[in-house]
């Protein structure tokens, strides 16, 4: 019988019943808010970091796990002859994958790392089909086909209500971001293969429900919807209504609500929200 044992970083969407169940163990990253270094679910919680970044007088800055955190645990997990499956959020957004490479050609152990190319929940949905693969005796291989189908079946898409963390964080101009804030434009974006691609701006909320209400037709009538995730920063009324609607649609499907990670909350601003799922 196989013997992997998983490891992934904090961005990963995993409860911490799952985190148990399955035996995972998670590196952290860290935010850096007005000089004071945050460790996610070490220092501080997803829960506790939106009234924090509120309060900051600055973007948080955001930094990988050390190379030597990874080999660390690399190497206790390999003590006893066990492989490990490292699986990173995607490299577009952070530079955990690199680090965790790096890592892997340093350690002692047989590790093999996994660029997810997603993040959040669609990167739980990939470790927990492993997870349960790996019980039930399945080889690296076998393991990482479960991945890419996985990967190549999950959706993400996230809207942005406010600009302002995407113009702090130099990912569109402060002109462009003032003047999109002061005409009420919101974003629908979506990860495709491991990027962000935009697939809406518009003025208020009319165009993001439409959007979203098509996304929720297809699901109905495309191939069978195996998870389902809502992950937010303080999403409020509108992460309601998601989850009632995904409810009347999939009752036989557990709804895994969260608030999201520090790292991905500081991109995305207050009052994102995403839908995120997987079909067989």
Known sequence: MANIKIVTDSSAGLTEEEIKQYNITIVPLSVMIDGTIYVERETITAEEFPDVMEAAKSLPKTSQPPIGKF??????LGKDGSEVLCVNMMESISGTVHAAEQAAAMSSAEVTVVDSQVTDRCLAFQIIEAAKLIEQGADMAEVLAKM???RDTSKIYLAIMKLDNLVAGGRISRFSGALSNLLN???MLEVVKGQIEIKLKGRGMKPINKFLNDVYADMAAGKKVTGIGISHVRGGAEVEKMKAKLTELFPDIKIV???TVPIIATHTGMGAYC???YTE
Do not use: G
Request: aromatic content about 12%; glycine content about 0%; cysteine-free.
């Open 71 to 76: 080999v660390d645990v690399f190497d206790r």
């Open 148 to 150: 890419e189908n996985v």
């Open 185 to 187: 434009i919101k974003l």
């Open 257 to 259: 609500e969260r608030t």
């Open 275 to 277: 839908l995120l799922y």
